[in-house]
């Protein structure tokens, strides 16, 4: 039995009605913990008060696989806000909810998840970003520089969303296994005077796959900042050699107005 704890939790229920759809928007849910799975969720406004989630999931192991409904986006992690209907051996799940509109949920800051089994809920067959989180065709990537002798270079990719966040992928080589990387975005550029001050914390960068991945909403004051804000912002990124933000600085670019 799936038991997760809730803050706030949309009900669902079942309609016997002939559906009316006057909406639909479909998600993509990709692979995570188990390779050759992945599938879409779709909302359906099979009525003015009710809308119908419905998953399918292609490649997945044998047995019924829990679903869920979180805020925030994937790379953020969130509260579960809606359990949905398990998905069964015929790899489909059917929700139909009414305290929630088609509308709300297709502007939802949230993702959707299929567990493998409610014994094992730490991993994930397959997730995608929904509604607001959705990413759009506007990005642009900055080169990050190596440093001194480190050796280490890549690039920052910034993705829009349809909400206005944004999605930053740092992408490294010549990343060592075993390291975990700090990144960090700063106000000024990479020639400013002993560097300028910390203004968003990215999350580190896994050395094995010289990734990471962090969705901005505001930076590290509280002031919130979206795409557009920062295709025009004066600043740079660092990436550091130790745990820590005092180590070596390993790779840097600047971006936005820079």
Not at 45 to 67: D, K, R, Y
Not at 71 to 79: F, P
Not at 197 to 209: E, F, K, S, W
Request: aromatic content about 6%; hydrophobic content about 35%; overall charge negative.
């Amino acid at each position: 039995m799936l038991v997760i704890g809730i803050g706030m939790m949309f009900s669902t229920g079942c309609s016997k009605k002939d559906p009316i759809e006057s909406g639909t928007t479909s998600y993509n849910l990709k692979v995570k913990d188990v390779l050759g799975v992945s599938g879409t969720v779709a909302f359906v406004e099979t009525s003015p008060t009710e809308t119908t989630i419905n998953i399918t999931l292609n490649g997945a192991p044998a047995g019924t696989h829990p679903a869920v409904l979180y805020s925030n986006s994937v790379v953020e992690g969130g509260t579960a806000k809606l359990i949905l209907k398990p998905v069964d051996e015929s790899g489909k799940s059917s929700t139909t909810v009414s305290d929630i509109s088609y509308s709300e949920l297709v502007a939802f800051d949230g993702s959707v998840k299929v567990l493998k089994s409610d014994t094992e809920l730490g991993t994930v067959l397959a997730q995608g970003d929904i509604g607001g989180n959705v990413l759009t065709n506007t990005n642009k990537t900055y080169n990050l520089s190596t440093q001194g002798t480190f050796g280490v270079s890549g690039t920052a990719l910034f993705e829009k969303r349809v909400n206005g966040n944004t999605l930053v992928t740092i992408s490294l080589i010549g990343t060592v296994a075993g390291d975990m990387y700090p990144a960090t975005i700063n106000l000024g550029s990479m020639t400013t005077l002993e560097g300028g001050p910390v203004v968003a914390t990215l999350q580190n960068v896994d050395a094995i796959t010289g990734k990471s991945y962090t969705n901005i909403k505001a930076l590290n004051s509280d002031v919130a900042i979206r795409y557009d804000n920062w295709m025009a912002y004066k600043g740079y990124i660092n990436i550091y050699q130790s745990s820590v933000l005092t180590g070596a600085v390993i790779s840097h670019g600047n971006i936005g107005s820079n």
